[in-house]
Nanobody
């Protein structure tokens, strides 16, 4: 079955960086577009970034554009989210999404 496992979250100071990873299994990774979502406390889950199967197209929410970079390595069945210039409002649980399946999420906390 499809499995998505996120890692790389943690506590970081404002202005800092983190790289999230999503390890995928149970499907042909290179055939599917993928996405990162996030859910802040008390808010609805929102789309942060998407990437097509061959990385030919990437898209970002306005709130993260210019600071976050989505990428993937089809040889490793892994997707990434490089997050730079982090702000307190980036604090959320970050979820990997593909093939109508969610990962378990990884917590990102931006605080001094």
């Amino acid at each position: 079955q499809v499995q998505l496992v996120e890692s790389g979250g943690g506590l970081v100071q404002p202005g800092g960086s983190l790289r999230l990873s999503c390890a995928a299994s149970g499907f042909t990774f290179s055939d599917y577009a993928m996405a990162w979502y996030r859910q802040a406390p008390g808010k609805e889950r929102e789309l942060a970034a998407t990437i097509t199967a061959t990385s030919g197209s990437r898209d970002y929410a306005d709130s993260v554009k210019g600071r976050f970079t989505i990428s993937r390595d089809n040889a490793k069945n892994t997707m990434y989210l490089q997050m730079n210039s982090l702000k307190p409002e980036d604090t959320a649980v970050y979820y990997c999404f593909a093939k109508k399946t969610w990962g378990q999420g990884t917590q990102v906390t931006v605080s001094s």
